[in-house]
């Protein structure tokens, strides 16, 4: 039973178009997250939600806007997609720490490999 | 400066030898620090998690934290053919925010 699934788990897609990413987790966690991963393998986060609340909107393009029906579920929605977007997606959840301690770590889900032409 | 760096690699040591793999951070006030392992073409794992000065052992895995220093490490003894992957060091700054740094490849010869 996988803990945080992915949909789908490659998209390949032209320029100019619409997409969702789809994110479940079946932890029980209450944070959750979006990563983009590029081709030099770095990981930065763009988005994170708890209990259905944003709470951290990096500085990326308002084309991207994700949504948190619940907290199990995370999804991306990307307009007018660019070359420039073309990476690996991670969705990934985390439960919060104890005093002092953030968070124990992240589950990451197994990634969505975006392919714009 | 960046905010998490590591070493790119690759780091290349022979089957049975320790790995040392390194991290620094920029954060005086990071909380939570992290190691992640990456196989090529999957998600991150985690591997290892330290939250206060000094050492943590799981397994073949150490990990050791110098908040002072702002140095993170991850000593892998014994090391396997299994273990080649990049290793992602993270460190949580505060809140709910984790910085990645951009992984050490790692290889182990057989």
């Known amino acids: 039973d996988t803990a945080v699934s992915q949909t789908p788990k490659y998209l390949v897609t032209q320029m100019g178009n619409d997409k969702s990413i789809k994110c479940e987790q079946n932890?029980?966690?209450?944070?959750m997250y979006w990563y983009k991963q590029d081709s030099k393998k770095f990981l930065k986060i763009m988005f994170s939600y708890n209990n259905k609340e944003l709470i951290i909107n990096e500085t990326v393009p308002n084309r991207f806007s994700p949504k948190s029906p619940d907290k199990a579920h995370l999804n991306l929605h990307i307009n007018s997609l660019e070359l420039g977007d073309s990476a690996v997606y991670f969705c990934a959840s985390s439960s919060p720490g104890g005093s002092g301690v953030a968070n124990y770590g992240y589950t990451f889900g197994s990634g969505t490999r975006l392919t714009v032409v | 400066q960046k905010e998490v760096e590591q070493n790119s690699g690759p780091l290349s040591v022979p089957e049975g030898a320790i790995a040392s793999l390194n991290c620094t951070y920029s954060?005086?006030?990071?909380?939570?620090f992290f190691w992640y392992r990456q196989y090529s073409g999957k998600s991150p794992e985690l591997i290892m998690s330290i939250y206060s000065n000094g050492d943590k052992e799981d397994g073949r895995f150490t990990a050791q934290l110098n908040k002072a220093s702002q140095y993170v490490s991850l000593l892998i003894r014994d090391s396997q053919p299994s273990d080649s992957a990049t290793y992602l060091c993270a460190v949580t700054t505060g809140g709910f925010k984790t910085i990645f740094g951009a992984g050490t490849r790692l290889f182990v010869k057989a």
């Open positions: 954060d005086r006030g990071s909380q939570s």
């Open positions: 932890l029980g966690h209450d944070t």
